[in-house]
Nanobody, 120 residues
């Protein structure tokens, strides 16, 4: 079983910065990718950024140039540095971890989410 825990959310003024962390733990064979999603009230969950174990990175157009995703493979941890935050970035941010378990079956696990609120 894979446990995913996010941290680092909070309240910040527009233009400010926050850094989110996500750590995966438990019994698994490997992690292939980690990603950040967000869900604002009344909206669907959307992909924010992804990073693969090989270092390939992708961003949603809405956060390019403002957010930076990075990972530490040794710690099974991914970070999301969020700069120049806007009120429209307000959402619950979720971490998703994909990989192979010890039976080599694929898995994708979600964290519980962390609230990010940007005030204008």
């Amino acid at each position: 079983q894979v446990r995913v825990v996010e941290s680092g959310g909070g309240l910040v003024q527009a233009g400010g910065s926050l850094r989110l962390s996500c750590a995966a733990s438990g019994s698994f064979f490997s992690i292939s990718a980690m990603a950040w999603y967000r869900q604002a009230p009344g909206k669907q969950r959307e992909l924010v950024a992804t990073i693969t174990s090989g270092g390939r990175i992708n961003y949603a157009d809405s956060v390019k140039g403002r957010f930076t995703i990075s990972g530490d493979n040794a710690k099974n941890t991914v970070y999301l540095q969020m700069n120049s935050l806007k009120p429209e970035d307000t959402a619950v941010y979720f971490c998703n971890v994909a990989g192979r378990d010890r039976n080599y079956y694929s898995f994708a696990s979600w964290g519980q989410g962390t609230q990010v609120t940007v005030s204008s």
